[in-house]
């Protein structure tokens, strides 16, 4: 008899998986695929009545039942045995061949599973096109559907009819949703993919006989789940798929609103709660079961070379060369197994089919646990630790002390359902006798632990769902009495009894979502309880002391630990304004106080960190200096802790008396840079690095904490810098009292020197802690050059001050007869233009110039040292021969002073 291959499209309830177990009952032997170990369990089940279980087989990933005379065998797709011939297969919603993490299962099976007389391909209309695509010489039938579908738009989850089921897509929603309709319409059950078929065949139990009228379900129920449902209505259209929130498709919407309906009996659908309504086109195509087709499926290279661990994965990447067979290189087994290779404790050496297959086997564990890749990856590489070696087994031992932790049943609802998903793991390995000592044993003790767990999370999911805060809440708000509340010294606040959030700060944080609807009715109760604390609360801020407060790196003051208040812009980065955060439930005259409070502290702590600052902005310091003296100050005060001086007009000099003007206001100013000392302290400077962010509107680059220089990069402007209290030289930032200090250090090694070139060690690059690389750099921002390099490694070994350049570039003329006065950098020369003169004396057209005039200095300034240092002027030989000042030329820097300004 040659074999058929047929394809039956079309929506659903058109009875297409009914048609294929009839089919394969019809037959001597058979195999159908289902997509869910839910939907394999309730078609075994069914045929188990028709042929008895002596011969019917279950084969899921965590569940295998095969009597040695099993006829007929009931799987989910990923478990098919292949090496089984039956005279009928069948496969289950083809449709789900595109989806990236099982649709290259769905496809394998597709392309290369057969009966020996007949094979049925069930699934969605828009598969046809494609099939058409893959020249499998099927033959296609399309279903109608039984019954009409029709969109009845939004209803409230109270005003639902009986009958009706509601979809969710989280743990938290489905069990408010079905709290809810216990206290509003005596109950419902619970349906989701993460349970285990007990629990689930005993929940939908109770809606089937009537026990409760509704039923609320994850998207679980749209694979083929028989159901009594004449409306299904949507409290959301959006899922986590394992690697985003995504919407769902109109396609995914179709398959689970067409479970409404049963046989003959018509359908609606709709929406509930938060859910946004259906767009036209989208619930007319819907009604009309028009869809997108299926332009491509995914696909995994079924030639696998299993040589070593590499070449595995190198097959696995080989793609398969048809348009419409897509690769999907982010499976999670395939990330798994790279990770394998990666791991030093495994692989990537591994060599031999039978290591290479086992590594396999376990990276292609499912991930049950819904961990995430890095969670799942964990556990795989530790069980790959031990069982890397075909020869190795998990000991007795070792998992009797894990399912020993998995066995007790005294928790809530959500920690019976994660312990229902670790069991399933190990079930999962209780049924590859090629990973334990003794499986069978295994396998009855998981199975034993999963159904004690089952019902247990039946228990609990019947007698209440989430709790019962919600049902006392509202009771509570009901009654004409004051609801009894309470503040515990850790912010958390009862109501009646009940933990309904907690107060940070002024802000009231509801322990549940305020989206969904049992969050509503927490916070609908709470607020109205938590008034007179935040009355209370605001009260202690106005009244705390100075300790009471912090400022924390976002911008915000803290009390007691938590933010009460944030800065805002204000007129300069000095003067910030206040807001309180939270608090919005009290009157505006009720929050002035602690307003004025967190504004007190903040202009303290300002005056307190900031000092010379504050003197400066908020009490005119300033105003009693003059002239250079007074716009340095502000100067200071714009940039946040220092200016760089190097670029500034030379003959501009601060007298003795300004300087000291300036120190007593707690500023420094030298030849390299002004600044506020008390600015460059790290608290100084993390304040005003909050500030300058505050006013900015977005974050502002913080220093190291203590660093003396750091490595620039693109991020540091020179505003940055300066309000940090740094100056660039080359790659790197300096503060700027070191800079002060190492520009006096090189000072005083040239007049050691007593030369133009001269040795500067490379010990004083501790000084301003600079590593050896960007020494040369920071040099340079001195205004020095390299005099003289070592032939053979390049480098410097002496260095001079950088010669200025005339206005016209040129250099100065020579006198007739005279013999030039000093060397370029010596005593004597002039600065004028960019370069110092080569030539000494000016041209003789210049006229004679006079002798400088003596010049005070600031006795405490660092250069006043310097100059002690000097050598004596050397006399002039005659007075034919001695310099001419031209008239209204300003006097010669000192050498001491010789490096700036910079180049």
Known sequence: MSSSLKAILGPTNTGKTHYA????????????????????????????????????????????????????FICTVESMPTDTRADFVAIDEIQLAEDEDRGHVFTDRILHMRGASETLLLGADTMRGLLRKLNLGVESEA??????????????????????????????????????????????????????????????????????????????????????????????????????????????CGQIAGRAGRFRTDGEFGETGDCPPFEEETWKRIEQHRFDPVDHIQWRNSALDYASLKTLIRSLERPSGNPVL?????????????????DGAIGPNVTGQARVRRLWDLARLPDFRKAGPEGHARLVLGLAETLADPDARLSDAGLERRLDDLSGTSGGIAKLQQQLANIRTWTYAAHRPDWLENPARWQDRTREIEDTLSDALHTALTARFVDRRTTALLASLRKEDALVTDLTPDGDVTVEGHLVGRLKGLTFEPVLDARTLEGKAVRGAALAAIRPMLVERLGQIAGAPVGAFSLNDDGNIEFGGHPIARLTKGGDWMSPGVELIGASEVEPGERAAALMRASDWLKHEMSRVLPTHWKLRHEKAGDALEGLARGL???????????????????????????????????????????APDAQKPAAQRLIAILRAVQAGSPFPLAPEGAGSFPLDGTWPEEALAANGYLRFGRRAVRADLAERLGWEIAKRRKEADKNAFAIPIDLASVVSCPSDDWPAVLKGFGLAPAEKDKETDAVLLWRYAARARPDDRPAPKPR??????????????????????????????????????????????????AALLPPTPPARDKAKRKRKPKGAKPPASPAFAYTPFQ
């Open 326 to 342: 897509i690769h999907n290189p982010h499976a999670l087994d395939e990330w798994v197994l790279r990770r394998m290779a990666e």
């Open 633 to 675: 100050a502000f100067r200071i005060l714009e940039s946040g802790a220092a200016v760089d001086l190097r670029q500034d007009d030379p003959s501009a000099r601060l007298t003795p008396e300004q300087r000291e003007a300036l120190k007593a206001l707690g500023l420094r100013a030298g030849r390299v840079a002004a600044h």
């Open 817 to 866: 007869g005279e013999r030039p006065q000093g060397r370029q950098g010596a005593p004597g020369g002039r600065p004028k233009g960019n370069e110092r003169s080569r030539n000494g004396p000016s041209s003789p057209r210049n006229g004679p110039r006079s002798a400088p005039p003596e010049r005070k200095m600031d006795p405490d300034s660092p250069f006043a040292a310097l």
């Open 143 to 252: 279903r109608e559907r039984f019954s009409e579908l029709t969109y009845t738009g939004k209803t409230k989850i109270t005003k639902l009819p009986k009958r009706t089921a509601i979809v969710a897509f989280s743990a938290e929603e489905v069990y408010a949703i079905a709290e809810l309709l216990r206290r509003q319409k005596g109950g419902a059950a619970v349906v989701m993919g993460a349970l285990s078929p007990r629990t689930r065949n005993a929940q939908v139990a109770m809606y089937q006989s009537g026990e409760v009228d509704y039923i609320v379900a994850t998207d679980a129920i749209g694979m083929g789940l028989n159901l009594d449902v004449d409306r299904v209505v949507f409290a959301s259209r959006t899922k986590f798929d394992g690697r985003r929130h995504r919407p769902l498709t109109a396609a995914e």
């Open 21 to 72: 177990i009839e089919r394969m009952l019809g037959h001597g032997t058979g195999m159908i695929g289902l997509p869910l170990r839910l939907l394999a369990r309730e078609v075994y089940d069914r045929v188990v009545e028709r042929k008895g279980a002596a011969h019917v087989a279950l084969i899921t990933g965590e569940e295998r039942i095969v009597p040695p005379n099993a006829r007929y």
